[in-house]
């Protein structure tokens, strides 16, 4: 590549945002050793946890004794579904809008002590059919245009609670960067009449430099653009709008590669990779929007270890943001993790 050894930005052709990409500062002394933090002990079950079967959530409100996946409404929401329209509009200036929509949580397994790449393949699959449902149930409120399904893991990402769960927040406007992205797939399919992320899949098959594990249906990689060091995007092989479209064998097979990557996640830097991960899939607006192409992003904030972050400051707050390490060795490192969980390998 021309310009591997050279300062230079790559356009992400989703957000039509640039990365600052300094791969020359990548040369610089490793500092310090890779801290290896050790796993907390953690209980199946946690008495003071508001997420675990049986235990009462606030004001009183009791969690069921359930036996897989559990759906709420959010006890604090963020959003509400009856707002009253209104607008504040002062020369185009100070401008606001009234904002409807719901927030719900859903917890992917009663073991407070599990996480994704910790669960079996058939439990990840049992929480790909409640997103998909969750998708379609909320969806089809007319009010409800865009739905999100999003999971914060780790305390690094704010995650408020351990017990494995994401939440979904629905809207009657399109999300900013679910807005960019569908305008970007939308015009891409008006000007080459087929879809922008179709086409950057077979470019990046064909290259076969930032993909992290596939598999029939699903492919996992560093995307061109990555902004966040261990940055990764799934893509489906079929040009499928959301998750509900997915047969059985392709949630089955997203199931076992979600399962695969995270598994290398936590083996980089052998602790719980803390993450925000969500899925983009087309407006619930009543169009069709064959423009649109289901993914998933994976933003992970560590750098070189447990305990080292990277942290979006100064320039990255007031210019653009930067990396040093390529996105090619970041998907290089993931490649070389194996597949089983470093907690289940066995006495090390
Ligand atoms: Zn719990
Ligand atoms: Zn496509
Ligand atoms: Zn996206």
Redesign the pocket.
Known sequence: MPLDGTPHRRFNPLTREWVLVSPHRARRPWLGKVEKSVAPAQLA??PA?Y??PGNPRVEGVRNPDYKSTFVFDNDFPALLPNVPAAAVDEEGLIVARSEAGTSRVVCFTPR?DLTIPRMSVEETRRVIDVWAEQYLELGARPAIHHVQIFENRGALMGAS?P?PHCQIWTNAQLPNIPAREMESQREYRERHGSCLLCRYLQLELARDERIVCANDDFVALVPYWAVWPFETMILSRRHVQDLAQLDNRERNQLAELMRRLTIRYDNLFETAFPYSMGFHQRPTDGETHPEYHLHAHYLPPLLRSATVQKFMVGYELLGTPQRDLTPESAASRLRDMGETHYLSAGAK
């Open positions: 079950f946690d946890c997420l675990c407070h609670n017990h």
